[in-house]
């Protein structure tokens, strides 16, 4: 390797800030900002809005009042049969009246 003295780091130093200094600014066309603002939005005054498809409002329309008639349909069609009802709620009264019997929980006054 080469050392070098000091007056020679000076020199290169000079150097390098002479190729800088000679530099110039870059021009560029004049209505590139406005350009570019355009694209970006109508110079930012109005926000970009997403819209949904109207494919999408109504099929989601459609899907919610199929769930509401299914749901409709079940509740209806479960409270109907009455005879079934009726034999399961008197199961349920024999059983508890048994679990009352074995642990004496009938209070008589």
Request: glycine share 4%; no cysteine.
């Amino acid at each position: 390797m080469e050392k070098k003295s000091p007056g020679k780091y000076s020199e290169e130093v000079e150097k390098t800030l002479s190729i800088l200094s000679g530099i110039q600014k870059q021009e560029s066309n004049p209505f590139t900002y406005e350009k570019v603002m355009m694209k970006l939005g109508r110079n930012g005054i109005q926000p970009a809005v997403k819209k949904y498809p109207a494919i999408l409002k109504y099929s989601l329309l459609v899907l919610i009042l199929i769930i509401n008639l299914i749901t409709v349909i079940k509740f209806t069609t479960e409270e109907s049969p009455s005879n079934q009802t009726s034999g399961r709620e008197t199961e349920k009264v024999k059983t508890l009246e048994s679990i009352a019997t074995e642990y004496n929980l009938f209070i008589n006054y």
